[in-house]
Structures are given as C-alpha cells and as structure tokens.
C-alpha cells in the first residue's frame, strides 16, 4: 500500500509565493515519473508539471517561468515552487506518482489535493 501526502496548500495574495510537498510512503520498490495536477472550479484536471527519476522535468505553458518542480528521491518527495502566483492559478493540486511496489508493477497513485486559493 502506498500514500501521498501532500501539504504547503493555503491562500495568498497576487504575486505571492507558495511551496507545495508531496512525499510517498509505503512498500515503494522504485518511483518513476512525479508530478502535480490542479483542477479549477468548472474545468478538467490539467497537468501542471512533472519530473523523471532523472530530474528531466516538463512545464505547462500557463505556468513556464513561474513555476518550478524538483524532486529529493532519497525522501520520495517531489516539490512544487510557485511563484509569481496568479488569481487563474487557484485550484486543488493533485499530487501523482508512478510506484512500483513489492505486490504490484508500476501504477498511478494520487494525494488528496490540497486547496491553491490566490486572492486579493
């Protein structure tokens, strides 16, 4: 069995900044791809950003230059700066992981979500 345990979520003005965590825990033989999701209000979950277990990582568009993953695999956590962060960032971010585990081959596992709310 695996977790996703995310946190950093929380409300702040325009332009500010925020540090989202995601750690994986359980009987993990190895983690292959991370990544963050975030789903707004009335639109589909959109991939934000992820990272390889080579530290080669991809960014959407909406958030290129302002956001930036990384990833510490000795804590099987995966990171997500934001900055410059904009009211149309608001969202639950989702944090997604590809893990291998003793019982299973590697399969998509999912946090909670926390709440990304930007406002003035």
């Known amino acids: 069995q695996v977790q996703l345990l995310e946190s950093g979520g929380g409300l702040v003005q325009p332009g500010g900044s925020l540090r989202l965590s995601c750690a994986a825990s359980?009987?993990?033989?190895?983690?292959?791809?991370m990544g963050w999701y975030r789903q707004a209000p009335g639109k589909q979950r959109e991939l934000v950003a992820d990272?390889?277990?080579?530290?080669?990582?991809n960014i959407a568009d909406s958030v290129k230059g302002r956001f930036t993953i990384s990833r510490d695999n000795a804590k099987n956590t995966v990171y997500l700066q934001m900055n410059s962060l904009k009211p149309e960032d608001t969202a639950v971010y989702y944090c997604?992981?590809?893990?291998?585990?003793?019982?299973?081959?590697?399969?998509?596992?999912w946090g909670q979500g926390t709440q990304v709310t930007v406002s003035s």
């Open positions: 990272i390889d277990s080579g530290g080669t990582s």
């Open positions: 359980g009987s993990i033989v190895s983690i292959n791809a």
């Open positions: 997604n992981a590809q893990i291998r585990t003793f019982i299973r081959r590697t399969n998509p596992y």
